[in-house]
């Protein structure tokens, strides 16, 4: 269901969840960078989730936003980090909660086809793509996927917001499906 524009929140912030790179992008209503980062942590275990989960409430409480869309989990065959980034998740989504705030997951594929015009784009192309599509200069991967995120679920919700969107990134907006943790 899209969210009618009246109802949603100025802002829009997308997050590109990581332990030890979490890039997040906040854009304003009309599509604009308002604030980017990567967030680096050198801690482990519970300090460094309640550092990220602390950070993101910031983030979220900063810009007055209801929601914060993240990219869905990617499962990897071989990656001993997936435990992790799952309880990372959830740590997320509940301290999220306990705020006020929503998460919605985008797919992975329908935020690449949008930011590169191909679902299976290699993550290295997303920065080049970003920049050559949208005009944002992000410093890093992270920042990029990110802004993709936020860009995605903004233009889902106010279509029309970008200016000269190809066919593939019109139809990855109109066919994303965001998905609440059930």
Known sequence: MRIPPRMASYYTVGLDPSLCNMGYCVLGGEGKV???????TKT????RLELLCDLCNSIASKWGVRTIYRED????KHSGSDTQLKELGGALLYSLMLKGVATQYLPISTIKKFATGKGNAPKAHMLKEVFRRFSVDAEDE???DAFAVAALALEYSK???????TKP???AAL???PRAFT
């Open 34 to 40: 308002v604030d980017k980062g990567t967030i680096k």
């Open 44 to 47: 482990t275990g519970l300090a």
């Open 73 to 76: 989990y990617a499962f990897a």
């Open 142 to 144: 992270h920042q990029a």
């Open 159 to 165: 279509p029309g917001t970008f200016k000269g969107l």
């Open 169 to 171: 990134q019109k139809d």
């Open 175 to 177: 066919k994303c499906q």
